[in-house]
């Protein structure tokens, strides 16, 4: 890891908060059991852990899909150059391991400003459903590879907008 490097004028330094229902409420859903309400099913052999999310697949000539996306980790310092937002559907990651993953988020609307994002830290068993158009940055995970169960809007039309930001944004994890 390079030695921390005060941030330029203009750049963030980026730390992680924890990942609850309630911080990430302005972004979207957390997709966790914890805490949430279930009932039994297959005669008690499972557990239901029923609507734990929003998943918003409404625009006209779109389906649901289903993938598998495997993230590796990025060097550190990270630069945070773009973010991206989804203006048609929501966007979940179901982690399929119990590693945490950092997630960069800014709020729905116009683009983004460096002030307006924020960092947080999942516990490895929690994964994230972008509500649509919240702006987020790709998948960041820390020290090895991991899968994630994505579901998210397939269609003919485009759905997925990118802002760059003029000269990048430093972010640190400490």
């Given at each position: 890891m390079e030695p921390f490097v005060?941030?330029?004028?203009?750049f963030v330094t980026l730390t992680p908060q924890s990942l609850s229902r309630e911080a990430f409420a302005?972004?979207?859903d957390v997709?966790?059991?914890a805490g949430r309400d279930h009932f039994s099913i297959n005669d008690g052999y499972a557990d239901r852990f029923h609507n734990l999310a929003d998943v918003d697949l409404t625009e006209a000539d779109g389906?649901?899909?289903l993938s598998i996306f495997r993230a590796r980790p990025r060097?550190?310092?990270?630069?945070?150059d773009m973010m991206e937002r989804h203006p048609m559907s929501?966007?979940?990651?179901?982690p399929l391991s119990d590693t945490p993953f950092l997630v960069l988020v800014a709020p729905a609307g116009e683009a983004p400003s460096p002030e307006s994002l924020t960092l947080f830290c999942t516990n490895g068993c929690q994964g994230v459903n972008f509500a649509r158009g919240v702006w987020h940055f790709p998948l960041l995970v820390e020290k090895v590879d991991q899968?994630?169960?994505?579901?998210d809007r397939g269609g003919p039309e485009q759905n997925c907008d990118l802002h760059y930001f003029a000269d990048g944004v430093r972010g640190v994890v400490e």
């Open positions: 005060e941030p330029a004028p203009g302005p972004f979207g997709i966790e059991t389906k649901p899909l060097p550190r310092p990270l630069q945070v929501s966007q979940a990651f179901i899968e994630f169960l994505v579901v």
